[in-house]
């Protein structure tokens, strides 16, 4: 009889090469809250440049209404999201409470349920045109339908029916997403103001005070592929 040999190369969620804390094991309650604490400052940067543009008096649904944020699982070198943490403005929070609808922070803390919008940001992380790191979801144009019926929905839901997503990238390593939702598609100058303030706080910050994300997020071992291996999708056979 045959003998099979088996494969000791130990499996990549045993891959713990650093001393770093993994992702999702060392999201700890208190670590959510120091992601939601910094999700409250960009969320409220994003706010502040906007009334900047129309001279303070920004119409509600020209304001950013909720920020959310996926990481890549540790060791993964591939797309694999885990929901880290959302934040929200306070008429959202309000209406959210008035239908007794659970925190989306704290009710979808740890999933790891894939999202379309996660996997294109990945995609085109490296591409030539910077404009296309930005990536789209409008639901008013029925883009609804292209949700899984394992996917949540809790930006339609929230009646934020626009999203622009940019993935993360430190050190080289593709390793989450950034997105935030509006009621509608902002005009031009208000989503190019907004895709300049994300980008700074998610890849390239210009400033002191759009540094924290990053330095907080140093602390984990981070997953996701290398910049240049980024485009997920031209590599499968």
């Not at 129309?54 to 996926?70: M, S, V, Y």
């Not at 626009?162 to 593709?174: R, S």
Request: net charge neutral; charged share 35%; proline share 7%.
């Amino acid at each position: 009889m045959a003998i099979v040999k088996v494969d000791k190369k130990p499996r990549l969620i045993r891959n713990q090469r650093g001393r770093r804390m993994r992702i999702p094991a060392g999201i700890t309650p208190e670590v959510f809250l120091d992601i939601t604490r910094i999700l409250t400052d960009i969320l409220q940067d994003i706010d502040n440049e906007l009334g900047k543009l129309r001279g303070g008096a920004c119409q509600d649904d020209e304001r950013p209404k909720e920020l959310h944020i996926r990481l890549n699982e540790s060791d993964k070198p591939f797309p694999l999201p885990i929901f880290a943490g959302w934040v929200e403005s306070e008429d959202v929070q309000e209406r959210r409470q008035e239908w007794n609808h659970p925190d989306p922070g704290l009710h979808r803390f740890g999933d790891d349920v894939y999202s379309e919008i996660y996997g294109e940001a990945f995609r085109y992380a490296d591409d030539s045109t910077p404009e296309n790191h930005f990536r789209y979801r409008d639901w008013e144009a029925g883009e609804i339908l292209e949700k899984r019926s394992g996917e949540k929905a809790t930006d339609p839901k929230a009646g934020n029916r626009f999203q622009t997503c940019l993935a993360m990238v430190i050190e080289g390593l593709v390793t989450g997403t950034l997105v935030v939702g509006f009621r509608r598609r902002p005009d031009d100058q208000l989503l190019k103001k907004t895709q300049e303030v994300l980008r700074e706080w998610a890849r390239e910050p210009k400033s002191p005070e759009r540094t924290s994300l990053i330095d907080f997020l140093k602390k984990f071992e981070l997953g996701g592929p290398r910049l240049k291996d980024s485009n997920w999708v031209a590599l499968i056979p």
